[in-house]
């Protein structure tokens, strides 16, 4: 009976520490915590509602803009304005493209290493490693002399005893058996990605500046004006023609590189379809919404509750019933430690208690963490893919039952195999590939908007802070790539009084709540095998199957 | 340059790189760093050493955005500067090895390369509270920048949190933090601000290290003149519209469809000094004013506080509400000075009748008026 | 002589109550206010045009705010060149333009200033008279040189800031160090209205003052001469260390002063203006 200790968790977004207690090779008891707070909900405050987008957007970067999103929609939600349709577009091709990013590089550069082991790289044949390639996908770089490249790239790196970002890596693992042709192949498609990432992303900077932090939202629309015959417009034919092109692009990468590598990886861990399982509540707001934001039924991604791992019924979605815990959080509550506070209500006061640094553990007893504890309906939720996926697949989303049944015949799995830590995985990619099948059509919607004459992008009939009533409230939801975001605001005298934000993470990652139980990592650590305290790669495994972000989380 | 190819180590072929890939990557850094041709061989050679220096990059309260610009580098790309200029042996968001084995390789650089060594930091660095506010294995942020920034070669704080505390410093400050340069005082810094800093920027002063083993040349903020030399508003492509009294006055209008100046929008890059018209972002792209909104001046030294609000032109007046505009303020003055003035004139000319009346009936002076000799 | 004329009031105590001619305002002073109410005229329209660029010519070519700025920028040195001439002169002019006329330095002046004062609160009939400044003028000028002085200083930093230069550098580059640009960019706005504040009162106390004393305070700002008796010239405490000799005027000018204050006398006051019965006359 040992308790052990990652921290940092690496390979996410933020300062992540997990204990665990670990009886007989396997997890039996786990706790996690954020170890890093900033206070951008009092740092927020007394400030323009306008501008909130720009501060609490960079709560992260690796979602970047979702909490701009959440936070214009929050501001237009409390003032009752409605954005232009060019607006909703454009803030979904973003979107997606955000998704679609997001989600790349959570598999090649953060997840990957977890199950692809570098130095197995060295031992394949790169005819072979061709073969494979061209077996299950139509890439075309998969020539055996480019897998020679890749390996001998490998080979110099390992050579020269300076491993750089693989210094610390768990190199020969018993955890990992993937073949050595696999390894190659994914260690191949990991430096494909970083290249692909870079050119897709300038969707970003065409529709938002730049990326990250893009900058072209506006209470009331977007700043990105539209029109057919001025080469100066933000968006005009020829950044249109290139937006298709970059999006044309990343759907063949999706369809060729990203699912095939996805499936042939999972098909090598079947176990892991069994470990790391979630509380079994699933939470999704629903996100793109495909006409005005009022018109929840006709999100693309649909908004519900699953309870208890059940497909069969979806519960409608009433935020009021979010609220967060502190028990076990760094914070106080003028009411005391034990209840739970709606946001539109909540308080921020934060308070340490923990032991003084340098430490070795935390007091997990008492409070152990710089997250809040969410909770739907005073119960555990898990958001991200896997919820969005399962809620739509349950709320008969076509497309999305015909992705998900596809996959599942191809891994042999039924359902209930998704709730678990290569599940999400694979939501994850298959959301992926939703979201790349639709880019292009958004983006030539837009087109058509322009050309038949409606160039409207914002709406600025409550622009000025004059025309605003004197106290307002709002809140803003959406579902960023790692889950359910809601910014809640309220507007005193034109300036914000108070802001509280409950992010995907901050579900995921939080610590017990006031009636002991567990969040939704600590859930999913339970029963997992440790083979070397020293190497926690399967902790990794699962956490990582979530896709933390703790600087969202804690923010 | 066919001298320069014999130079170039078989080593590099052996990463991948093709010569005229690299020679194509040297000559785009001394374009960046505005170096003339003649330092290539130098570039080429410094670039191309067998034994590559090594990087860490410590993120404290940060939101990644410089990492994540990081992955967006093109020249050199991400895989160059990551793999094959450097050994970057420690990056949260992208390391391999976790918990123990993470802290390992930190220890490690620290003691076997002592001042050899470069860091890079990002995000603010919590003093508050004796820096509960972000631990890394149970140490703090601020306990971690001491050791790490004062055995290095070089420290680049990258971003505004790492240059000045950032939007993490914003008021009301909760968690004491501070850049870099203040946190630890008297480690040599350089400062790559922006909200988050450009990639290009930082690429370029890695390969100016890497080449020159020193910094490029630096203004008084320590950042480097090349990036920070100039304002958004010279380098602006909508500056002839400026000029010219062409401006976006509602959003979505017809100004703005034809990208006239966004100045009336709130625009900072009359505030700002930074190359983001001129190097774009994401490889060239774009930038925010070409996306149709204002700069926000996220290169400017505290501008969280300091240049905002956002979508007016001038900061809140202290001491007034923050809903008072400077122009408001000024009006108040102005309209308060002419209303006394006002009312002083008309008690004069009433004081003026009752005299005249007064006048009329005695004559004598008042104590009052007995007064004013020079000497008084 | 007229009452109001200070050294009168006190009759009798004054054995020369000959009008002089006093030369007050030399030409520096004259002309460096003059270039600064020009120039101010100048700098706040551009200037405020530039915070707010209200005239905007839509779609027409043009170059507006180039223009502004341009002017702006130039009247700005216009400005700065007045400025020096002037704090030049704080140093080498007569009596009435040295620095000390400017700072509440002795019990003397404080006396003055607060006489000043309440003669403007209406708490005391007669203004404190002086060859030179009153106290409280004279405190209220150097608040707006000193406002001057930040107003270039600022000027010249976002200038810098716009234009770079090394010479500009060197010698404002200090400054944005200490108070960012947006800081800067807001007082140097600020400051065009407290000059717009300065200018209504100054205006007003000005035809209030010459109407009250009689000494040709409005005619000096442009000729730069004051009329006054001559003992209340002698009593005059701006005196500087080893100048005793009083610019006395010319004879044929002083008469004819001093005619028209006699023929004035006995005109009926102006409507409005303030007169001053009971007082002794001299004559
Ligand atoms: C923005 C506009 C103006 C400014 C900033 C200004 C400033 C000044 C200053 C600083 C002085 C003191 C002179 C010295 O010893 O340096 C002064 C004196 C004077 N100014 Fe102005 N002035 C302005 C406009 C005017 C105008 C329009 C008039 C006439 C209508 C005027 C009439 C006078 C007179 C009569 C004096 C002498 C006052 C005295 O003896 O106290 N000024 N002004
Ligand atoms: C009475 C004196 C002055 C007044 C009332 C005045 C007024 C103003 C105002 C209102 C602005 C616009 C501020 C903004 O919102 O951005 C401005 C800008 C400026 N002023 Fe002045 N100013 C004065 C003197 C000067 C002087 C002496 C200089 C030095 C050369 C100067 C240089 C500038 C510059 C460079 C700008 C910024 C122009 C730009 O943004 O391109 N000003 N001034
Ligand atoms: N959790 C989280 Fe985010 C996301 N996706 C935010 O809302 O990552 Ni930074
Ligand atoms: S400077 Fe900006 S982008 Fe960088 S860490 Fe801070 S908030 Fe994020
Ligand atoms: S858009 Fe901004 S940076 Fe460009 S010219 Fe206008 S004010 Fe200057
Ligand atoms: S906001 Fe920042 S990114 Fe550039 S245009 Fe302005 S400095
Ligand atoms: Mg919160």
Redesign the pocket.
Known sequence: MARMVVDPITRIEGHLRVEAQVDGGKISDAWSSGTMFRGIELIVRGRDPREAWLWTQRICAVCTMVHALASVRAVENALDIEVPDNARLVRNIISATQYVHDHIIHFYHLHALDWVDITGALKADPAKTSQLAQSISEWPVSSTAYFQGVQNRVKTLVESRQLSLFTSGYWGHPAYHLPPEVDLLAVAHYLQALEFQREFIRIHAVLG??NPHL?SYLVGGMSTSLDPNEPDAPINPERIDFLVEVASKAKTFVDQVLIPDVLAVAGFYPEWFHLGAGPGNYLSYGAFPQGRIQDIGRYFLPRGVLLNNDLSKVYPVDPSKVAEYVAHSWYTYDQGNNVALPPAEGETHPKYTGPKPPYEFLNVEEKYSWLKAPRYDDRVMEVGPLSRMLVSYASGQPEVKALVDGALAKLKAPPAALFSTLGRVAARALETQLLANHLVGWIEQLRRNMDSGDLRIHNGEKWDPETWPRSARGYGLFEAPRGSLGHWVEIEDTLIKNYQIVVPTTWNAGPRDAKGRRGAYEVALLQTPIADPERPLEVLRTIHSFDPCLACAVH | MPPLDQDLPSALEARGVSRRDFLEFCSLMLATLALPTRYLGKVVSALSQPQRPVLVWMEFQDCAGNTESMLRSSHPSVAEVVLDLLSWEYHETIMAGAGKAAETTLQNVVKNHKGKYIAVVEGAIPTADDGVYCTIAGRTALDIAREVCSNSAANIAVGACAWDGGLVRANPNPTGALGLEEAVPGVPVVNLG??PH?VANTAAVLVHYLTFHEMPALDPYNRPLFAYGQI?HDQCQRRAHYDAGRFVEEWGDEGSRKGWCLYKMGC??PE?T?N??VVR?NDGTS???QSGHG??????HRFWDWSSPFYKKLPNVPGFGVDVTAEEVGWGVVGVVAGVTAAHAVGTVIRAHKEASEGSKESGSKPESKSASPEA | MNAATPAATAAGQHHDERLIRVYVWEWPVRIAHWVIFFSILVLGFTGYYIYDPFIISRGHPGFLMGTMRFIHEVTGFVFIAAFLLRAYWFFKGNRWARWRQFLLIDSRQWRGARNMLRYYLFLRREPESRVGHNPLAGATYSTIYTLAVIEILTGLALLQHVAGGKVLGFFIGWLPLLITIQRLREIHFLILFIFGAFFIHHVYSAVLMSIEEHSGLMGSIFSGYKFFPVDFVAADPARIPGEDVLPVAPPGRGQRARRKHAAGKGAAPAPGSPSTPGKPSPH
């Open positions: 500046g730049k900058q | 922006g909200c450009n958004i900072k890059g700002a930074y983001c018209p972002w930038w925010p004013v700069c926000i001046a996220c290169a400017a």
